[in-house]
């Protein structure tokens, strides 16, 4: 059974930082492409970040770009995303994904495994 749990959100002042990671178990991690999204309520999910199988490519959204540093550990079996100068804008339920593929994506609906989200709520 595939699970992805995320932690490390929580309350932090515009212009600080969180890093959040994803604890993955029941797969093969190194054969998954990672990604992160974000939501709130009424909204679709957005793309955050994507990191290749072996981590050698990341993309990152618009909105985060130069913010957001995505990572992963396949030894772990663990991805990580640094963020910094966090805005209000920034809040949202933070989901990791992984899909069991060679290419990356920015596409939820490529996804299959997706995470129960971790809140990140940035307010002064």
């Known amino acids: 059974q595939v699970q992805l749990i995320e932690s490390g959100g929580g309350s932090v002042q515009p212009g600080g930082s969180l890093r959040l990671s994803c604890a993955a178990s029941?797969?093969?991690?190194?054969?998954?492409?990672g990604a992160w999204f974000r939501q709130v309520p009424g909204k679709e999910r957005e793309f955050v970040a994507t990191?290749?199988?072996?981590?050698?490519?990341?993309y990152y959204g618009d909105s985060v770009k130069v913010r957001v540093t995505i990572s992963r550990d396949n030894a772990k079996k663990t991805m990580n995303m640094e963020m910094d100068n966090l805005k209000p804008a920034d809040t949202a339920v933070y989901h990791c994904?992984?899909?069991?593929?060679?290419?990356?994506?920015?596409?939820?609906?490529?996804?299959?495994?997706w995470g129960q989200g971790t809140q990140v709520t940035v307010s002064s």
């Open positions: 029941g797969l093969t991690f190194n054969w998954y492409v």
């Open positions: 994904a992984a899909e069991n593929t060679t290419t990356t994506s920015q596409n939820a609906n490529d996804y299959h495994y």
């Open positions: 990191i290749s199988r072996n981590g050698d490519i990341k």
